[in-house]
């Protein structure tokens, strides 16, 4: 049996994500039930997750996913509680919410210029999640000025998707001979693969299609001012 401002905080939260998909703030969630204190809800929060009525997505701050309901709107008394299971969306027609954060490898650098040594694993990099569309991701420091007229701009992180096909005209992570990456657009000429940069001072980049391999796509870019 839920407590009165358990009950009050789950359909604040629920009604929340119905219509905005966004969950509320600790702040937001603190004014609406009228605490001195996030300590309080903190405390509340962690006793739905105790009774399964809520859950925290892991590697994303502030985001909640309500599991189930109680029919009644409050448990002042003692009655038996009647729970409805929640019915999920399918994840991809659910909204992002804008205050989730989503930590994704970042790989080191990549060359924004001439192919430079194939990165390797590194650290996390804290992203938001409407950054990134659907499937994995990674990130990418970028090193080098032939993408700037495409805004791309040296010391940018460079969010990937990761794929190994690209449509004409996609910016891709390409590893060329096995050991050089670099983020260029993507053209097919005949039996080679065009490697586009964006600055009238680099010339394109042309291989043969077995020696050039997807990585990923550009998904997005963090930009970080000093």
Known sequence: MLTAK?????????ERLDTS???????????????KSKSGIH????????????RRLP?????????????AAKATTPVRENVVPLRKAPP??????????IEVPLHGKIAAGVPIE???????????????????????????????EAGIFDGDYALIQKASTAREGDIVVALVDGQD????????????IRLDPANA????????????????????LLRRYH
Do not use: W
């Open 6 to 14: 358990q009950h009050e905080l789950l359909h604040f939260i629920q």
């Open 21 to 35: 998909g966004i969950s509320p703030s600790f702040e937001e969630m603190k004014e609406a039930l009228g605490l």
């Open 43 to 54: 405390r509340l929060i962690s006793a739905l997750e105790e009774r399964g009525f809520l």
């Open 59 to 71: 590697n994303r701050a502030r985001a909640l996913e309500v599991l189930k309901v109680p029919e």
């Open 92 to 101: 991809a027609l659910k909204p992002i919410a804008a205050n989730d954060i």
């Open 118 to 148: 194939a990165f390797e694993d590194h650290n996390n990099l804290a992203v938001p999640a409407a950054l990134l569309g659907s499937g994995e991701h990674y990130a990418l420091e970028v090193s080098g000025d032939s993408m700037v």
């Open 181 to 192: 990456a670099t983020l260029k657009y993507f053209r097919r000429e005949g039996q080679m």
């Open 201 to 220: 001072a680099y010339e394109p980049q042309r291989y043969p299609a077995d020696r050039v391999i997807v990585q990923g796509r550009l998904s997005g």
